[in-house]
């Protein structure tokens, strides 16, 4: 089956710009979520490297949340509201398969 994506730009509250991207990816049966989070103080936002990162973290077997609560806080922000976009776009799936499964993120944030 093909690959279908949904994305949502993750961007700064005080002037709406890009910081990042997240996915959600259809990958036959299952849903797939990754991020990309810039730099903002050494990085210049690029849409199609953002969408690139997310998409190979998405395919990934597993990966880390960003490493400071505000940040982890906005991708995680993105996760939900692209888990409700998901669960409306892929009906014919589980909602169960569309859920969010946190098994293969990693925070540095909660307890193992």
Do not use: C, H, W
């Not at 050494?42 to 960003?66: C, H, Q, T």
């Not at 589980?94 to 540095?108: C, F, G, H, T, Y």
């Amino acid at each position: 089956m093909k690959q279908q994506l949904l994305k949502s730009y993750i961007r700064n509250t005080e002037t709406n710009q890009p910081r990042g991207v997240a996915v959600a990816i259809r990958n036959n049966d299952e849903i797939l979520y990754g991020f990309s989070l810039l730099n903002i103080n050494m990085d210049k936002f690029d849409k199609s490297i953002g969408l690139n990162i997310a998409v190979n973290r998405a395919m990934s077997e597993s990966y880390e949340l960003p490493d400071t609560p505000d940040r982890e806080a906005m991708v995680l922000g993105a996760f939900n509201r692209l888990e409700q976009r998901a669960l409306k776009y892929f009906k014919d799936l589980d909602p169960a398969k569309v859920k969010l499964m946190p098994s293969n993120i990693e925070s540095p944030f909660t307890e193992a």
